[in-house]
């Protein structure tokens, strides 16, 4: 494989498994906040580099589809639990009001656990894909090198994109902000977790789009129907 | 000990939360999309089948 069409064909996969990512990132930094978004992410990116180095190509036998199902299936369950708490909040503004929820991220000093895990989860799920593919592309054409900066590439550019975004999300309202992370953690996790169980998306990771817009439907109808039936109670917080 | 205990309960809040239906019925499902999967059944449908009924469900119990 030629070094140039490597890096792109490198970049353009490590591109679709970083915007994963990042939507994650983005979405969990812009509702639990930024610090321990950060810190789950740093941290997830040190053990997917230190597992690098250590196994080189051997990191092809890391069994990646239990791996899968493990983060898939808490993530599906994580998005269910926001998707609800934020469904059940927009219906009901005036208990918002009663009970004036404003999004208070943590203290400089705590880390807020929740927000790390996710991160973490996060960026060592896709990261040990976007490692996979620059062992199975480079590995394969014997640059595995030059794959790799097709790959960083791809990160940085799908990272600076996500750190452009990020100043803007706050004008979102919260409620809205949870029920689209919501959306994302539940598209993605069900992805993951079928992928994991080795399910065989029709039309591969486009599926994500159409996870993506049955759930959004889905969370519209819901909301259609909680505002026919007001709710009696606001749970979690 | 304590620490023992504060690991545990982050874990139980973090996949509980306030409603174990929600877990429990995703649990359900993952296994029941795998053993469909390894019968040579491409079962792709289920767990978003799952995700909007267990949504549905929790919001009913909740409201």
Redesign the interface.
């Known amino acids: 494989m030629n070094g140039m069409f490597l890096i792109l064909a490198t970049f353009l996969a490590a591109t679709i498994e970083g915007v994963e990512m990042m939507a994650i990132l983005v979405g969990v930094g812009a509702t639990r906040g930024w610090r321990s978004t950060f810190f789950g992410a740093i941290a997830g990116f040190a053990l997917l580099t230190g597992v690098t180095i250590v196994l080189g190509n051997a990191l092809l036998n890391i069994p990646i589809q239990w791996l899968r199902?493990l983060v898939g299936?808490?993530l599906?369950?994580?998005g269910?639990?926001w998707?609800?708490k934020a469904?059940?909040r927009i219906a009901r503004p005036p208990a918002r009001r009663q009970t004036p929820p404003p999004f208070q991220p943590m203290s400089s000093e705590k880390i807020d656990?929740?927000a790390f895990?996710v991160a973490f989860k996060g960026v060592v799920l896709e990261g040990l894909e976007i490692a996979f593919i620059v062992v199975t592309f480079g590995a394969e054409a014997n640059q595995i090198g030059t794959a790799a900066i097709g790959a960083v590439a791809a990160l940085v550019v799908v990272g600076g994109v996500a750190f452009l975004i990020r100043g803007w999300l706050p004008r979102i309202p919260r409620e809205w902000l949870r029920f689209a992370v919501g959306l994302l953690l539940?598209a993605f996790g069900?992805f993951w977790?079928?992928e994991?169980?080795?399910?065989?998306?029709?039309g591969g990771d486009l599926?994500i789009l159409g996870?993506l817009a049955?759930?959004a439907a889905?969370?519209f109808t819901?909301l259609a129907l909680?505002r026919l039936?007001?709710?009696?109670?606001l749970?979690?917080s | 000990m304590r620490y023992i205990g504060a690991f545990l309960k982050f874990w139980y809040d973090f996949i509980i939360g306030d409603d174990w239906t929600i877990a429990t019925s995703i649990a359900v499902a993952v296994a029941m999309t795998f053993w469909l999967v390894h019968s040579n059944i491409q079962a792709w449908w289920l767990l978003p089948l799952a995700a909007i009924f267990t949504l549905g469900v929790s919001l009913w119990r909740a409201a």
């Open positions: 199902l299936s808490l599906l369950i994580l269910l639990q998707l609800k469904l059940l656990w929740y895990v539940t069900t977790a079928a994991g169980a080795r399910v065989r998306w029709p599926s996870l049955v759930m889905t969370g819901y909680l039936h007001p709710v009696r109670t749970t979690g």
